[in-house]
């Protein structure tokens, strides 16, 4: 499964590269925001190139924006919720109550829970990777984007349903959604080699 | 001595309301040693954690080795700086194994010594002309421009050429070609060290060649970073696109781990360097033969030479074909690989690979343990199975326990440097340099500039 995942991306990487023949050029400029805690760096992408989502931009906002956002549509001092339920590394199961609006890297480090966000949310590393667990659930979060795929296939322990954290941002429709922590350690060997996932 | 000698007393006295900590240094302050760190005070609460550090600026690669066009991934030091700030952690910079401390000496004053000092030198490639002028490594013109104290005075010649060769596709070359190639007005609102500003204003430089021995399928470069260089405004890529198609052995080498990007390849290996006529001792082009892949097993294709050569003329070349690690004293090392031999982070006390002649209280962790590869999040689970080992090793009693063999640690430490006249930079004294860099930086519209030169920043530690 993971091998036709990777064989997609070189592909699909390959058919941009091969458009125009010879040479490929790039016209469209490179810009590059500073990032905020959480906040998403935005790249401009080719227009050729799919997934340029600019509905996925809009909902990452920063957490104070998006609360003052909820307040003023709702007009009541309690957010909406949804329920999250993590799957720890050694089994253990915390149900937590996410405000809509929130990553759920965020959620977790609100939680308490051990998850990694060495970027903090920027899109730069793949340690706040979370599987899953339900394929359905899986469907329902949209698709990623090109910069998270990057980042997810250098994840350990990748699987068919690994997300990152730091991109599924609760929405009604996820409520009940159970995330697998993955358990690295057991992927990991000391020559660096990375098994097949299975 | 008194005052050492009751507190001897007491600690076996009282060992079992309060137990000696368990002392541990960490040489090396870069991912590794932080993860380890962190991971060591979380696991075991009474420990003293020590990270010792060369120079007197924390955080190792990330902030010497990451490009100034990437901050977001400079974003994990806030998660390292917070555990400096623990209250049972210490940084301590400006104090460089084999020179300020021996290994012998920190084993004797530590009850657990981790290494993770990563990897400061060159893979070679041992071709005539390799000595030329123009011909530099690639992780010194890195240091360079990210105003690493060591590279400051590498003065790299911009200004005589159009032409830049990198030998190598990884990151670090996409790293190089696009800081040589990004438009200068871009570079300005980063943290690029001032000088290296300068000199990229000043270039000539607009084409840059990444050379690889075999094909786009196994370039080692991440698909971000191609995804970055075809972004950039007014950067043309050029790539064969007969390079382009992808065979069925190069299904099988996606399959075992690797992921694929297509790159711009040559497909050559590198012969020699020629030297310029005109210029004595400087280098004028790379000679250069094309390679073809063969299948020698599943998976594994190798480059083989197919006779034809070819001259590329240029002015300066970068060698990003891998770091390497250095040995100490004391240190059993594989110099072969490049690294400590090692089991799950437990120091071997030579290359036999037999697991029962091990270094106690030993360990390693990042680079020096598995190479140099992977990311910053790498170091992550490097660390988790340093850590675990070290806790084995404890539980098992491998290691003696804190109260039957208590060590004097940081105060011994820091009564040695003290003997030595070395100036130890605490994490507090980084701060300050820190702040300068930021004031610096806020006057000319960039995050931090950066102190370049050692005297600048042992002054602004201790100002």
Redesign the interface.
């Known amino acids: 499964m993971l091998?036709s995942r990777?064989?997609r991306?070189?592909?699909r990487?390959?058919k941009?590269?091969?458009r125009g023949?010879?040479?490929?050029?790039?016209?469209?400029?490179?810009r590059?925001r500073?990032?905020g805690r959480y906040q998403r760096?935005l790249?401009?992408?080719?227009p050729e190139t799919r997934a340029f989502q600019g509905a996925i931009f809009q909902k990452h906002h920063d957490f104070s924006t998006s609360a003052s956002n909820n307040a003023s549509e709702g007009g009541d001092e309690q957010k909406e919720t949804i329920s999250v339920t993590f799957v720890l590394k050694d089994g253990e199961e915390m149900h937590v109550r996410v405000p809509i609006g929130m990553s759920i890297l965020e959620a977790a480090h609100e939680n308490d829970i051990e998850l990694?966000?060495?970027?903090?949310g920027?899109?730069?590393?793949?340690?706040c990777h979370v599987i899953v667990m339900d394929m359905e659930q899986y469907n329902k979060l949209e698709d990623p984007t090109?910069?998270e795929?990057?980042?997810l296939?250098?994840a350990?322990g990748l699987t068919e349903t690994s997300r990152l954290g730091c991109q599924i941002i609760a929405r009604p429709e996820l409520d009940g959604i159970r995330l697998a922590i993955p358990a690295?350690?057991r992927n990991?060997a000391?020559?660096?080699?990375?098994?097949?996932p299975h | 001595m008194a005052i050492f000698g009751a507190r001897k007393f007491l600690s076996r006295t009282f060992s079992t309301l309060s137990p000696e900590p368990l002392r541990v240094c960490i040489v090396g302050s870069g991912p590794a040693g932080f993860y380890t760190a962190e991971k060591m005070l979380k696991t075991h609460q009474g420990s003293q954690v020590d990270i010792i550090d060369r120079l007197p600026t924390p955080y190792g690669l990330v902030r010497s080795g990451v490009a100034p066009?990437?901050?977001?991934?400079k974003?994990?030091i806030?998660?390292f700086s917070r555990v400096a700030q623990n209250g049972r952690c210490s940084f301590l910079g400006n104090i460089t194994l084999g020179s300020s401390v021996s290994l012998a000496e920190l084993r004797e004053l530590y009850h657990v010594v981790v290494l993770a000092y990563g990897a400061e030198s060159d893979r070679v490639l041992g071709i005539p002309g390799e000595d030329l002028q123009g011909v530099h490594s690639a992780r010194e013109f890195v240091w360079w421009y990210n105003g690493h104290p060591d590279g400051a005075n590498l003065d790299p010649d911009l200004k005589s050429t159009d032409t830049a060769v990198i030998l190598g596709q990884g990151n670090v070359a996409f790293d190089v070609a696009r800081i040589l190639l990004q438009p200068t007005s871009?570079l300005a609102t980063t943290d690029i060290a001032s000088h290296a500003l300068t000199a990229l204003e000043q270039s000539s430089i607009r084409k840059v060649y990444l050379i690889g021995r075999r094909g786009?399928?196994q370039a080692a470069c991440?698909?971000?970073e191609?995804?970055?260089v075809?972004?950039?405004?007014d950067?043309?890529?050029?790539?064969?696109?007969a390079d382009?198609k992808?065979t069925p052995a190069d299904?099988d080498f996606?399959?075992?781990?690797g992921?694929?990007?297509?790159i711009l390849g040559l497909w050559l290996s590198n012969e020699r360097f020629l030297e310029s006529y005109g210029n004595k001792g400087y280098v004028s082009a790379v000679h250069l033969e094309k390679t073809a892949l063969k299948g020698v097993g599943p998976g594994k294709q190798i480059a083989m030479g197919t006779g034809q050569f070819e001259d590329l003329a240029c002015g300066i070349v970068l060698k990003s074909i891998g770091y390497k690690s250095v040995p100490v004293d004391g240190l059993p090392f594989d110099n072969q690989k490049g690294v400590v031999p090692?089991?799950?982070?437990r120091v071997l006390s030579d290359n036999s690979g037999d697991p029962t002649l091990l270094e106690n209280g030993l360990y390693v962790c990042g680079w020096l343990?598995?190479?140099p590869?992977?990311?910053?999040?790498?170091n992550?689970?490097?660390a988790?199975?340093t850590v675990?080992s070290v806790s084995e090793d404890l539980e098992q009693g491998v290691l003696a326990s804190t109260t039957s063999l208590p060590k004097p640690g940081r105060g011994g430490l820091l009564q040695i440097l003290d003997d030595r006249n070395i100036r130890v930079v605490p994490f507090s004294a980084w701060e300050k340099i820190d702040e300068e860099e930021k004031r610096l930086g806020s006057l000319i519209n960039k995050?931090r500039e950066k102190l370049t030169k050692w005297d600048d920043l042992l002054k602004a530690a201790t100002e």
């Open positions: 091998v990777l064989s991306l070189g592909f990487v390959a941009e590269l091969s023949g010879y040479t490929y050029t790039s016209r469209t400029r490179y590059q500073p990032c760096s790249l401009e992408l080719l990694e966000g060495a970027c903090e920027s899109l730069a590393c793949s340690t090109d910069e795929n990057d980042m296939d250098l350990f690295a350690t990991f000391v020559d660096g080699y990375v098994p097949k | 066009d990437h901050p977001e991934t974003n994990v806030n998660q871009e786009p399928v991440t698909a971000k191609l995804r970055e075809l972004g950039i405004r950067l043309y890529i050029h790539i064969k696109e382009l992808i299904e996606f399959g075992v781990g992921w694929g990007c297509c090692n089991i799950k982070g343990k598995r190479g590869t992977g990311i910053i999040g790498t992550l689970y490097c988790d199975e675990a995050p």
